[in-house]
C-alpha cells in the first residue's frame, strides 16, 4: 500500500499569500497518477488536479500542481478567500487507493 | 451535470447493519466504475470499496474486507455497499464517487454529498 504523508497539517495564511502544501509517498507513484482535492467545510471533496497537473475545467489558474515520483506540491498563488478549504492529496493507480490525512488552509 | 445521491445512513449498534444506496443520475451510469469513500469526523478520507463498470470486479480496504459487500444495478442506475458487523469505527460520512472506466483507475472525479453512519451502544 503507498502511503501518503501531507504537510504541514495546517497552514495559516493571510489572503493573497501563497500557499505551498506538500504531498510525500513511500514509495514512487507509478505514471504520475497523483491528484488534488479541495473539501471545503460541510461539502464534498472536489477534484483539483489528476496527473501531478492537470486541472479539470473551471479550475482557476492560480492553483498548480507539481512533483514526481514520491514528492508532489500544491500551489495556490494569491489566496483567495474561496480558497480556504482542507486540501486532500490521492494516488489512483494502485489499489488500494490512497488519500493522505489532508493539510488545512486557514485564515491568519 | 453529474449528480451521485446517496442514502442510507443511520444509527446503528455495534454488530448492526446497514445498507447505503448511491443514485446517479444526468450521466451513464454504467460507464464509470464507483468507489465507496468514508471520512470519520475530523479525519482524512479513506477508501473504502469499489466496484467495475459491470459489477464484475470489486475491491475493499483491508479493515473492511469481509465484512461490507459493493454491488451495483446499472438498470436503476444505482450503486450499493452492505455493511455488516459494524463497528464504532465504521463511524463517519460515506461518500460515493465516480472512478474511471478502467477499474484500476481510481480518479474520483465526481462525489456525492454524502450520507452519516453512526455507530453507537
Known sequence: EIVLTQSPGTLSLSPGERATLSCRASQSVPRNCLAWYQQKVGQAPR?????????????????????????????????????YAVY??????????TFGQGTKVEIK | EVQLVES?????????SLRLSCAASEFTFSTYSIHWVRQAPGKGLEFVSGISRDGGTTSYANSVKGRFIVSRDNSKNTAYLQMGTLRVEDMGLYYCATAGRDFWSGLNQYWGQGTLVTVSS
Open chain 1, 88 to 97: 486532500h492529496c490521492q494516488q489512483y493507480v494502485t489499489s488500494p487507493w
Open chain 2, 8 to 16: 442510507g445512513g443511520g444509527l446503528v449498534q455495534p454488530g448492526g
Open chain 1, 47 to 83: 477534484l483539483l488536479f489528476y496527473g501531478v497537473s492537470t486541472r479539470p475545467t473551471g479550475i482557476p489558474d492560480r492553483f498548480s500542481g507539481s512533483g514526481s515520483g514520491t514528492d508532489f506540491t500544491l500551489t495556490i498563488t494569491g489566496l483567495e478567500p474561496e480558497d
